[in-house]
């Protein structure tokens, strides 16, 4: 299974994902937590210490990589077929959560259309590898529409778009929507983050009538999740946050076997 978590900055994508990888890996699936957020957070949010966060070398900026992975000897020629297991048994890292973590990094290059080889290798990575049963990747998407853009998250099972009950969360989930059916993302989901049990709530699923797609989950501020992100510390693995997410969970292993 691959799950991608996407949406308006802000809203909370690395704390879904971390609690997400976080619940798979107590489950006792094999999983791959992969950060491609051009500012990752998401090792601290796995447990990961500084002193380890700062040791990863992001895959999309480590030249030496790039260059073996897409030279050709052709100077503006790049090869784009290569494996990708590789660089998971080489590069995955793991976190005090459970999951092992990939950092991709950032790619800098202008346009949805990029052939550049460090997005060709961040291309290939998150499309073609290969989940079997009792395996699970979940994909921390940097906030807005650039991944979708590049269609690195093509290939994945099921897309979780957060908003926070604002219009303009909102107005993002619709655009992330439309680019995610052209993708062809089979499933397509919207999850309330940081919501007020209030206002928000009903904001949220007014949203998710207006896109007309589900809601299917209602994640709310949580003074705990708040504290650890200052602290620079592990999603919690309990309390509130932690309980809706592992019903969200059920709910989409549920649907998945269908």
């Given at each position: 299974?691959?799950?991608?978590?996407?949406g308006?900055g802000g809203v909370?994508?690395t704390?879904?994902?971390?609690?997400l990888?976080g619940?798979?890996a107590?489950?006792?699936y094999?999983?791959?937590?992969?950060d491609a957020?051009p500012a990752?957070?998401?090792?601290p949010?796995?447990g990961?210490?500084p002193?380890?966060?700062?040791?990863?070398?992001?895959i999309?900026?480590?030249?030496?990589?790039v260059?073996?992975k897409?030279?050709?000897?052709?100077?503006?020629?790049?090869?784009?077929?290569?494996?990708?297991?590789?660089?998971?048994r080489?590069?995955?890292?793991?976190?005090?959560?459970?999951?092992?973590l990939i950092v991709?990094g950032?790619?800098?290059?202008a346009g949805g259309?990029?052939?550049?080889?460090?997005?060709?290798?961040?291309r290939?990575?998150?499309?073609?590898?290969?989940?079997?049963?009792r395996?699970?990747?979940?994909l921390?998407?940097?906030?807005g529409?650039?991944?979708?853009?590049?269609?690195?998250?093509?290939?994945?099972?099921l897309l979780?778009?957060?908003?926070?009950?604002?219009?303009?969360?909102?107005?993002?989930?619709?655009?992330?929507?439309?680019?995610?059916?052209?993708?062809?993302i089979?499933?397509?989901a919207?999850?309330?983050s940081?919501?007020?049990?209030?206002?928000?709530?009903?904001?949220a699923?007014?949203?998710?009538?207006?896109?007309?797609?589900?809601?299917?989950?209602?994640?709310?501020?949580?003074?705990a999740?708040?504290?650890?992100?200052?602290?620079?510390?592990?999603?919690?693995?309990?309390?509130?946050?932690?309980?809706?997410?592992?019903?969200?969970?059920?709910?989409?292993?549920?649907?998945?076997?269908?």
């Open positions: 299974m691959k799950l991608a978590v996407s308006k909370g994508k704390t879904l994902a971390a609690s990888a619940a798979l107590r489950r006792g094999a999983t791959l937590a992969i957020d990752p957070n998401l090792g949010a796995l990961l210490e002193t380890a966060v700062d040791a990863i070398v992001p999309g900026e480590d030249e030496e990589l260059a073996a897409t030279a050709t000897g052709y100077a503006g020629v790049y090869n784009l077929s290569f494996p990708v297991d590789d660089l998971v080489s590069r995955a890292v793991p976190t005090p959560a459970g999951p092992d991709m950032t790619v800098r290059a259309g990029c052939t550049c080889p460090s997005a060709a290798v961040v290939a990575l998150l499309r073609r590898l290969v989940v079997g049963e395996q699970a990747v979940v921390d998407l940097e906030a529409l650039e991944h979708l853009g590049r269609g690195t998250a093509a290939g994945v099972d979780l778009v957060l908003v926070d009950g604002s219009a303009a969360a909102c107005r993002v989930a619709g655009r992330i929507m439309s680019l995610a059916k052209e993708l062809g089979p499933r397509i919207l999850v309330g940081r919501v007020d049990p209030e206002g928000g709530e009903v904001a699923n007014a949203c998710a009538r207006r896109l007309g797609i589900p809601l299917v989950a209602l994640l709310l501020e949580d003074p999740i708040a504290l650890a992100g200052r602290e620079g510390k592990a999603v919690p693995a309990d309390g509130p946050t932690a309980t809706r997410v592992e019903a969200l969970l059920d709910r989409i292993l549920q649907e998945a076997e269908a």
